[in-house]
């Protein structure tokens, strides 16, 4: 069984919820990324989202698009993230505890390495699975069949101006879970939820029995105690990767601690 099947499927069982953390690969280093995982998943997270800098992001917000150019500034490869990752799910500590992780990245590099390769390689590094935010509903089901294939995940978001049909057929194609996106609008740390959100998800527990997964905009304790009795899973990014750009203000260890500090915060939230 995908590992991510089996973490929703165990966490079903203890009546808990998923904590999803973000990372952008490669910034500040991806010696410092690895460093990161292992700091999250002492903290609490049960899945990580390893986001892919693209030169051309698609909804990310002020915060990631920095750390996507601070990443791509230094001539990160897919090669050298692969690489890490393959490192870190290889370790000894990793293979004890083992944290499932799903790659973010953009349909171009997807279809610059060409679908097939790019799933193979990801799978071989230890990618449970991926969320391509960008790619066309009617592409997916080409890529979502390639992803079956190799027991890969292939998470699909829906939006709050998805129209319901198109959402049924986003949520019919998403496999390991369904990523409901919170907001209208880029990524990036918001002061409240908007109340629609909670209808919303209501309206899509009746069309999937996936488990769900809330992101965009979430950054405090506060807001993953409103949506752990909604969803399956919260995700959060722009509050974590924007400490990442004090490295250099502030030593490696102390990001990587505060990164941590963070974290651990909103896991025991939930």
């Known amino acids: 069984m995908n590992p991510i099947d089996q973490l929703f499927q ?16 490669g910034d500040p280093d991806l010696d410092t990324t690895v460093r990161l995982i292992h700091e999250l998943r002492r903290r609490g997270a049960h899945l990580i989202e390893i986001g892919f800098p693209y030169s051309d992001p698609i909804a990310d917000g002020s915060v990631i698009q920095a750390s996507y150019t601070r990443a791509l500034a230094k001539k990160l490869r897919l090669e050298k993230i692969f690489q890490a990752i393959a490192t870190l799910t290889r370790s000894a500590e990793y293979r004890q505890d083992p944290t499932p992780l799903a790659a973010m990245v953009s349909i171009s590099l997807v279809h610059h390495r060409s679908p097939e390769r790019f799933i193979q390689q990801a799978k071989e590094a230890g990618f449970s699975g991926a969320i391509v935010p960008d790619v066309p509903l009617e592409e997916a089901e080409a890529l979502a069949k390639l992803a079956a294939a190799h027991d890969f995940k292939l998470i699909q978001l829906v939006t709050p101006t998805t129209p319901p049909e198109r959402a049924r057929k986003i949520a019919q194609l998403s496999t390991g879970f369904l990523y409901c996106v919170s907001v209208v609008g880029i990524t990036g740390e918001r002061s409240q939820m908007p ?23 979430i950054s405090t304790p506060e807001q993953v105690r409103l949506l752990k009795d909604h969803a399956d899973g919260v995700i959060v990014g722009s509050a974590l990767v924007k400490k990442l750009a004090q490295v250099g203000e502030k030593s490696v260890a102390d990001v990587v601690a505060e990164v941590g500090e963070l974290a651990g915060k909103l896991a025991g939230a939930l």
């Open 195 to 217: 109340p629609q959100l909670l209808d919303q998800l209501a309206w899509l527990r009746g069309q999937t029995q996936l488990p769900m997964c809330v992101g965009f905009g």
């Open 10 to 25: 165990r966490l079903r069982s203890q009546n808990r919820k998923a904590f999803i953390p973000f990372l952008t690969a």
